[in-house]
């Protein structure tokens, strides 16, 4: 069923059952999310191309890291204009943009005649990753009712982790039918891995047609004094009652109504406001504790250790089936227990098993310059790496999404959004480049660093993050400074 702006009469709107509007707003923020899975979904689907595009550009480790994070350099550009851009043409037209670059992105790559040619094609891909980054959970964030924002917001991510796990999937399907993995040739013709970045150019499409029947953002439509759209948009979301009410905090929250600049999230000490840097800091460490390592080289990283290029890949299917299992215990927990205590939870798990597989790395006998898992080494590995996924995935995965969507108060949360998502690609970036060549001198050392920085993501929330729980949008504008589980004053 299409959701449109005009939907029912207001009559009709006010006469809503709350049931009836959860589920409109939960349809709402599925259809938004869409631009997670995308996001997800070409983010990994260089995974199982790696070993074949070095084979076929002849490209050492250096240049591997770096065709790889290609993406990640538009990907942190991307998130730095989508705020302006989405306060400027709206949140909707914005997935729009973002939808018509993930289809050239698709394209190109899959039509790259050298690794030049590839890393431009990724670069527009990773625009359009860094828009629906910022823009989905901005977009769930303001129509979704506070009771239910945490598990909505959460869709972002839940999305995320099934389009990584479907690239994978298509990857070890397309590799599986191709006269020899991803360097073989494809049945219906050409090279395996060109169709591996093609199979994009699906899910690209069916997130532009969906983005065209959702309506805009109603804190968007107020900032743009269409008050009237805005109503009728909270009436399909909120039901009977609460409409007015919730017209006048938005704009009493949004009253100063011109552009929003950097300089407005300046702050007296260290150059922006604290809850600015809570923002960054929780985005720098959701990369900094290595998880893309896991969905980006996972393949060539379990080759290196001794497994088979098919067992590769399944081992991926699997620590991707894992990420899946963990989001939805993360979307059942996130209204119930709190954010804060999840990502300790998540923090503490993750440097637990980070630490077993750092021993398992540093130990491991060498063959041809490569550390080698067998027997037991290798099985307490594979276990450790799916708890290490599955602690992610429970906590820091969809947490500081949903926390990113909803810490900041209104007239900042797009500005906001994009200098912590930017951070977000720009750490992500750098940890996707580093991982060759630093698991070319050792597995253990590269994953003695993540452990770290996970030991570090829990000293940090334990120390400066708030409790959003239950919290209206419209309450955040005290939120200036983070202390530990209580609102500044």
């Not at 093609?198 to 997130?207: D, E, F, L, Q, R």
């Not at 969905?295 to 991926?316: H, I, K």
């Not at 998502?421 to 996707?432: C, S, V």
């Not at 120390?463 to 919290?471: D, H, L, Q, S, Y």
């Amino acid at each position: 069923m299409t959701v449109g702006e005009s939907g029912r009469p207001a009559d009709a709107a006010e006469a809503t059952t709350p049931s009836h509007t959860a589920a409109t707003a939960a349809l709402l923020a599925g259809a938004a999310a869409l631009g997670g899975f995308l996001f997800g979904y070409d983010s990994s689907v260089i995974n199982g191309t790696v070993d074949a595009l070095k084979s076929q550009f002849h490209l050492n480790s250096v240049a591997v890291g770096l065709v790889v994070s290609s993406a990640l350099l538009g990907c942190a550009v991307g998130a730095w204009f989508a705020g302006p851009l989405a306060d400027r043409i709206g949140r909707v037209r914005t997935m729009l943009v973002a939808a018509v670059l993930f289809v050239i992105s698709s394209l190109g790559s899959a039509l790259a005649f050298n690794a030049v040619d590839l890393t431009f094609w990724r670069v527009v891909g990773g625009l359009a990753i860094g828009a629906a980054s910022v823009i989905a959970p901005a977009y769930i964030a303001e129509i979704a009712p506070a009771e239910l924002r945490g598990r909505l917001g959460s869709l972002q991510q839940m999305a995320i982790v099934l389009g990584i796990f479907a690239a994978l999937v298509v990857d070890y399907v397309i590799a599986r039918v191709s006269d020899g993995g991803a360097s073989g040739r494809f049945p219906w013709g050409g090279t395996a891995w060109r169709w591996m970045f093609a199979s994009a150019i699906v899910p690209a499409v069916m997130y532009g047609v969906i983005a065209t029947t959702i309506p805009e953002s109603p804190r968007y439509l107020v900032k743009k004094r269409q008050i009237g759209r805005a109503r009728q948009v909270l009436a399909k979301v909120m039901g009977r009652g609460d409409v007015d009410t919730k017209i006048r905090e938005i704009v009493r929250s949004i009253a100063a109504d011109r552009p929003v600049h950097l300089r407005d999230l300046r702050g007296r000490r260290f150059g922006l406001l604290p809850i600015v840097w809570v923002g960054i800091l929780l985005s720098v460490f959701q990369q900094f504790v290595g998880i893309n390592v896991i969905f980006y080289y996972s393949t060539s990283l379990w080759r290196a250790v001794g497994f088979t290029e098919n067992d590769a890949m399944l081992t991926s299917v699997i620590n991707s089936t894992v990420n899946v299992v963990a989001t939805l215990v993360a979307i059942a927990l996130v209204d119930r227990v709190g954010r804060r205590p999840l990502l300790l939870t998540g923090a503490a798990g993750m440097a637990v098993t980070l630490t077993t597989l750092t021993i398992c790395f540093a130990t491991a006998p060498v063959v041809d310059g490569e550390p080698r898992l067998s027997g037991t080494a290798g099985m307490v590995a594979l276990i450790a790496a799916n708890v290490y996924v599955f602690s992610f995935a429970a906590s820091w995965g969809p947490v500081v999404w949903v926390m990113l969507g909803e810490m900041f108060n209104n007239f900042i949360r797009a500005s906001a959004l994009a200098v912590a998502a930017a951070a977000q690609w720009i750490a992500n970036w750098a940890i996707t480049t580093s991982f060759p060549g630093l698991s070319g001198v050792s597995l253990g050392l590269a994953y003695g660093l993540y452990t770290l920085f996970a030991v570090l993501a829990f000293l940090f929330v334990f120390r400066a993050v708030p409790e959003t729980k239950g919290r209206e949008l419209e309450d955040m504008d005290g939120l200036t400074t983070a202390r530990r589980g209580r609102t500044p004053a």
